[in-house]
């Protein structure tokens, strides 16, 4: 749908919604939203990230299509989340990625990182076993190479972050506030967006789980973001302490299968492998309706570089003393590569979004 | 699935809202634990196709429920002569007592029996409306709480069937054999086809949607009624019954209704096209002139009476004025306001004489006296020798910009009906119960409501009755 068209469409889908208001204790955005009497299009990207699409406002809604109003809610916010992630990516040129990224082009990337690395390699064939890994790749290229290219998406992801905040937040203050909004309960102002994320509480805030069609109720969709979530949040401890043993201790990689830096990776590796794999067959199961099929091959490129990079990871931890080990290595690093390269125009973005929205929201 | 011409049932349910599914569980919670029957052998008859069943239950939120002490989805407590003297006010003291007290009663246990069902409601204390103390809501609304019985009814093993439109029914000297269904290329019926049953249930609406019955009903003035809700209610099975020998119960023109935006779809609407802005402001026919007291009371117990008075005045159409002193005062309904500067232009806008509404505004002013501004109550602002008066909430208007919404009466359900006994049986002309023939819902509320309305009290009639005539069909049945 074009720009202004999706605007319209979205301030269409919201007055209709305005003015009925029967889905309002299901979520945070319908009590933001009766905040308002207009819908202008930064109303819309606080709206629309701050929706977790639970599904549960399409099925309940007697405005539904075939219904001439044809509101759904969780599929017109999808697309405003589409828009948004393009309009506040940095630099702003490489917005139309989102519109672009595919399954295809996310596993090409890691293909080539993967083929430059193997071309780049000292030594793919090494005589010694010990699993050394800067034998392959020098330790200063990996260092340089990922730091520079790690610092690049955080400050692109940033200056996302940090211009849809100020673009959006400042939207609440001065609102109308004629009826009392029935808040979704809050406990401690300010605590609770912390609990918010870290429990994924709106894909269960109405006491029952996100649904995946009419009527189907499970708690998979949670389970798996958990999964996906905390398991990237180990392997991201594990990169971090093994950074300081790296440069503070001076203790080089390989280290012990008991070693702080593998439990970590290990078992966020794990949390990485169910998380994705399972969210990948979740989505082909849930009602499309709920969802837009145009960014599907967003989903699959980053649920692909997620599982590809920890699958390819873990191999390695179990594999480093084989000879095979040196292609693990590349197609690993050359797979990370892509993620990190990925991560400010990918899906990636939509978990960013969306915690900042609930900041705003508080 | 259904194949066959002549298939019997021990219960067949005739119609797809609330009442109906409320029936159709019962009727098979009674088969099953009462007679070791199937609930299977009750079937479901929804005229409408799957994406808009549920009649008119589709629109609701709530239902009104009398109870002691505050529960999980109700505040304080809501007493039975309290419910009883609410309904008594609203309809001229004119009910039938016997099932009013009934309904009511029955009203305590809805919220429990729902929930084993799988409804979920809102949690009290919080929601868009105050009616938290006497109207349980649904979380989502009408139409989630409708999938939760669909669902439920799938669980049991009820047969549902959808575009399934009855034609005739077969009921004689009080004796129902069958119902003719409408032929169905879709499943390979090429012929009316006939589905017999031990036991009906009739819980099929209204004839709201019958623009020709609402015709001989109110003359030309039903071309200008909107239906807020389904189309498909168009009282087929009430005309069969009542040419069976079924006594009417209920005045023709008897129904709810109340003021929608006149820019309202003919039918289906549902909620967003009400207008709650007619206490905040006055509210003028097409000659400019106010014709009732827009602030007699709570927006709550006010709102259903102004489908009537609209649909008196010339076209069936009025105009409610605000100006910008109370604009974000009122919920915001799903059409743009009209706005315009001054009072003569906004009238000009709307189509009304310019001079008489200036005229009409200017009166008004004059007579608003002092008084402290307060929509929670019924509070001191109010006109002076004005008639009709208001009698709560007046302020002058008097702060541009104005905003003007058009009028037209939104009809929700008609209340003729079909006469029920206290088991539900359907009374004939002659004053006895059919023997097997039971209705529930809208196509019965006549017999409680005969021309007023309480918010919620249709879903409370649907539940109750419903209940009950499930559980009477099911035993007779055996």
């Given at each position: 749908m074009p720009l202004a068209d999706l605007t319209q469409h979205g301030a269409h889908v919201m007055t209709v919604c305005n003015a009925c208001r029967y889905c309002e204790q299901y979520c945070p955005v319908f009590p933001a939203m009766e905040e308002r009497r207009t819908f202008g299009k930064a109303d819309l990207a606080f709206l629309a990230n701050l929706c977790h699409n639970c599904g549960e406002c399409l099925y309940a809604c007697q405005y539904a299509p075939p219904h001439e109003f044809g509101i759904n809610v969780p599929n017109t916010l999808a697309q405003i989340r589409l828009q948004v992630y393009q309009d506040y990516a940095w630099p702003r040129v490489l917005g139309v990625a989102f519109t672009r990224h595919n399954l295809l082009t996310g596993l090409a990337l890691a293909a080539t990182f993967s083929a430059i690395f193997a071309v780049a390699a000292q030594n793919l064939s090494p005589t010694d076993r010990s699993g050394n890994f800067y034998a392959v790749v020098p330790h200063g290229v990996m260092v340089t190479l990922f730091g520079l290219i790690f610092l690049f998406a955080v400050v692109a992801m940033a200056v996302g972050v940090v211009r849809f905040v100020s673009h959006t937040g400042g939207l609440t203050r001065g609102l109308t506030r004629g009826q009392t909004p029935p808040q979704i309960e809050t406990s401690g102002r300010t605590a609770a967006p912390f609990r918010d994320i870290l429990t994924l509480r709106h894909l269960h805030a109405s006491g029952a789980d996100c649904v995946s069609g009419e009527e189907q109720r499970t708690p998979w969709r949670r389970w798996l973001h958990h999964c996906t979530f905390y398991g990237f949040l180990l392997c991201f401890a594990s990169t971090t302490v093994a950074a300081i043993y790296d440069n503070v201790f001076g203790w080089r990689a390989p280290y012990d299968y008991a070693s702080l830096p593998v439990v970590l990776g290990t078992s966020g590796g794990v949390g990485l492998l169910a998380g994705s794999l399972g969210l990948w067959i979740l989505r082909r199961r849930r009602d499309p309706a709920l969802t837009d099929q145009t960014q599907d091959g967003l989903d699959e490129s980053f649920l692909a570089l997620l599982f590809l990079t920890t699958l390819t990871g873990l191999a390695l931890l179990v594999l480093r003393h084989e000879p095979v080990m040196p292609w693990l290595l590349v197609v690993h690093l050359g797979t990370v590569l892509a993620l990190f390269v990925t991560l400010p125009y990918g899906k990636f973005m939509h978990g960013l979004y969306r915690a900042a929205a609930l900041f705003i929201a508080r | 699935m259904i194949e066959s011409e002549a298939l019997e049932y021990d219960v067949v349910v005739v119609g797809g809202g609330n009442a109906a599914l409320c029936a159709a569980l019962t009727a098979g919670e009674t088969l099953r634990q009462a007679h070791g029957r199937p609930a299977g052998r009750v079937i479901v008859l929804e005229r409408a196709p799957r994406e808009f069943r549920g009649g008119n239950s589709r629109h609701t939120r709530n239902l009104r429920c009398a109870h002691d002490a505050p529960t999980a989805v109700l505040t304080g407590s809501y007493s039975e002569d309290e419910f009883y003297a609410d309904l008594l006010r609203v309809n001229a003291n004119e009910t039938d007592e016997s099932l009013a007290r009934l309904l009511i009663c029955r009203s305590k246990t809805c919220t429990e029996w729902m929930s084993r069902c799988g409804v979920r409601f809102q949690s009290a204390l919080r929601g868009t409306l105050h009616l938290s103390r006497t109207n349980a809501f649904f979380l989502g609304g009408g139409k989630a709480l409708m999938n939760s019985y669909y669902a439920a009814a799938e669980r049991m093993g009820i047969d549902v069937l959808y575009d399934a439109e009855v034609v005739s029914i077969d009921v004689r000297d009080g004796v129902f054999r069958s119902v003719r269904l409408q032929p169905d290329d879709r499943r390979g019926v090429r012929d009316h086809w006939e589905l017999r049953g031990k036991a009906l249930i009739l819980a099929s609406g209204g004839f709201e949607s019958n623009l020709a019955w609402l015709k001989d009903a109110w003359g030309d003035a039903a071309d200008n009624f909107i239906v807020r809700g389904t189309p498909y209610n168009t009282g087929t099975p009430l005309r069969a019954m009542l040419d069976a020998g079924a006594q009417p119960i209920g005045d023709p023109r008897g129904c709810h209704a109340i003021a929608v935006d006149a820019r309202a779809p003919k039918f289906d609407g549902g909620i967003v096209t009400r207008l709650d802005c007619i206490p905040l402001g006055i509210v003028v026919n097409r000659h400019g002139e106010r014709f009732a007291d827009e602030g007699e009371d709570l927006w709550p117990k006010r709102y259903a009476s102004w489908g009537m008075l609209v649909a008196r005045q010339p076209g069936q159409l009025a105009y409610c004025l605000v100006d910008a002193k109370v604009a974000d005062l009122f919920m915001p309904s799903v059409f743009p306001p009209i706005v315009a500067d001054t009072i003569p232009e906004l009238a000009q806008r709307l189509g009304m004489p310019a001079g008489r509404v200036s005229e009409t505004v200017a009166r008004f002013n004059d007579a608003v006296g002092p008084g402290t501004f307060n929509l929670d109550t019924l509070d001191d602002c109010r006109t002076h020798g004005l008639t009709p008066e208001k009698s709560h909430w007046a302020q002058r208007l008097d702060t541009p910009p104005y905003w003007g919404y058009p009028l037209k009466p939104g009809i929700?359900?008609?209340?003729l009906g079909l006469r029920v006994d206290e088991t539900m049986r359907v009374m004939t002309t002659g004053g006895r119960p059919m023997d097997n023939v039971y209705a529930a819902g809208e196509i019965m509320a006549g017999n409680v409501l005969r021309r007023g309305y309480i918010a919620g009290i249709g879903m409370t009639i649907g539940t109750v009755f419903g209940r009950i005539a499930g559980e009477s069909a099911a035993r007779a049945a055996r």
């Open positions: - | 929700t359900f008609t209340y």
